[in-house]
Structures are given as structure tokens and as C-alpha cells.
């Protein structure tokens, strides 16, 4: 997969999607639903595998701030980025009203890793790298940004037809949990391909595990199964990495 420049690793389609949906992001019943859901359990992944508690923790691809509040409120020192400008000034909204502190910042990963290599305890990208056309990039930025022995969390949709069948047709189509358009298949990412873009990063895989959400209780839980969404937690070797 070739590199890309810092300032063009997205696609202008996909952030104007997103964007237009800033306004009901918080909305427990919105457009979001699924993702409120799903919240709870990515906070208790990242919690039961890193210390918050003074941390200073990174938040890629943050949308409008589900998680970057939820880390802030476990109290990690939060940075949280979006380069999409709806959804970094209603978190910023959101932050007066919660009260909570969340540095949102309309930067790149990319970015940042020039400015802050080596600052971080822990990162998390949730829900983003099947919607950027190069995330290996992605990835190399959140291993330049952790320091050395730092974990960085990712979820994803794994390119299978289970994924396909749930998350597409299930989910945008018939039970119109997500507006249509939201995934698209071919971006999906087998574990087996992020693990060897971790690796090669210099990040060793501690963890996968299945993300399942279950719409008749609006609700989500761990499971062993990975064909759908799933949860990874990486480490950052002592040596860092040496490119590819």
C-alpha cells in the first residue's frame, strides 16, 4: 500500500458524510445509535488493558467525542482529532456542557506524529481506518505517537461476508441502524492484514477479540467471534520500528 502525504490521507466524501451527521451525534437515538451502544465496551477494552488514571491518551478519528469523553471522565488527559470541521466543533460544544476536558484538535494523525513522536501512553482509533484510503499510514502514526511499551487500540469490520450480510445489508438497509452508504465492503480489513501492518510498525499484537452488537437490547458485548467487528489491542516494542 503506497504512502500518503500527511494532509491527504482521507477522502473529502466520507468526512462531508460523517459531518453531516454532527448535529445528532450525541443523540442516544439518532443516527449514532449503534455507536453509543458499542461505546461502553470499547472503554472497557482499552480500561482493563491500559492504566487512564493521568495517562495521556490520544483519540484518532474522534468523531464528535463519545470516547474522548468517556477516557477524560476515567480520568485520562485526552487528545482527541478529527479532520472533519462539524464534528470537531460540536465536541467542543459537547465539552462545555459535560464539563469534561478533551484537547479537540482539527489535525491528522499524520500530523501530530511529527509535532508529538513518543508522547503518548495509549491511542485508540475506533471505527476509522475502513473509511481512509491509506490506514497502514494511519497506523504508522498512532506507533510514532505511543511511547515505547504504549498500547494502541483499533476496532474495524473484517472483510468476510458475515461482515458484509450484518453490517451493510443489515445494518444500512433493513434494519436501518446506520444511513446507507455509512461501509463500504471492499474497505473492510481481515485481522490477519492489520496484524501484519502492526507488526511491521513495530507494534506486537497482545489481543483480538469479536465486537458484537446486539440491536434487540441496543446494547454490545466481547465475543470470540472476529468475522464481523473486532477489537485489537497492540503494543509498542521497546525498540520502536525502523520504517518498512
Not at 470537531?88 to 494523525?109: C, N, T
Amino acid at each position: 500500500m503506497s504512502a500518503q502525504a500527511p494532509d491527504d490521507n482521507f477522502s473529502q466524501a466520507e468526512l462531508d458524510k460523517f459531518g453531516a451527521l454532527a448535529q445528532r451525534w450525541w443523540d442516544p437515538e439518532g443516527p449514532q445509535k449503534a455507536l453509543h451502544a458499542l461505546n461502553p465496551t470499547r472503554l472497557g477494552y482499552v480500561a482493563e488493558r491500559a492504566r487512564l488514571q493521568g495517562a495521556h491518551v490520544l483519540d484518532v478519528g474522534c468523531g464528535a467525542g463519545l470516547l474522548s469523553e468517556a477516557l477524560a471522565r476515567n480520568g485520562a488527559q485526552v487528545t482527541a482529532l478529527d479532520l472533519a470541521p462539524e464534528l470537531i466543533k460540536v465536541a467542543r460544544l459537547h465539552r462545555l456542557e459535560s464539563g469534561v476536558s478533551v484537547d479537540y484538535r482539527l489535525q491528522s494523525a499524520e500530523s501530530l506524529a511529527q509535532e508529538m513522536p513518543g508522547h503518548f501512553d495509549a491511542v485508540t482509533c475506533m471505527e476509522m481506518l475502513e473509511h481512509v484510503p491509506d490506514p497502514l499510514a494511519i497506523i504508522r502514526a498512532c506507533a510514532d505517537l505511543l511511547k515505547p511499551g504504549g498500547r494502541l487500540f483499533l476496532s474495524t469490520l473484517n472483510r468476510t461476508p458475515a461482515a458484509f450480510a450484518l453490517a451493510i445489508v443489515g445494518a444500512e438497509y433493513l434494519a436501518r441502524l446506520l444511513p446507507r452508504g455509512t461501509h463500504q465492503y471492499r474497505d473492510f480489513i481481515r485481522p490477519s492484514e492489520l496484524a501484519a501492518w502492526l507488526r511491521s510498525c513495530g507494534l506486537v499484537v497482545e489481543d483480538v477479540s469479536g465486537l458484537m452488537y446486539e440491536p434487540w437490547r441496543n446494547a454490545a458485548r466481547l465475543v470470540s467471534r472476529t468475522d464481523v467487528n473486532y477489537l485489537v489491542c497492540a503494543r509498542k516494542s521497546e525498540g520502536g520500528w525502523n520504517g518498512d
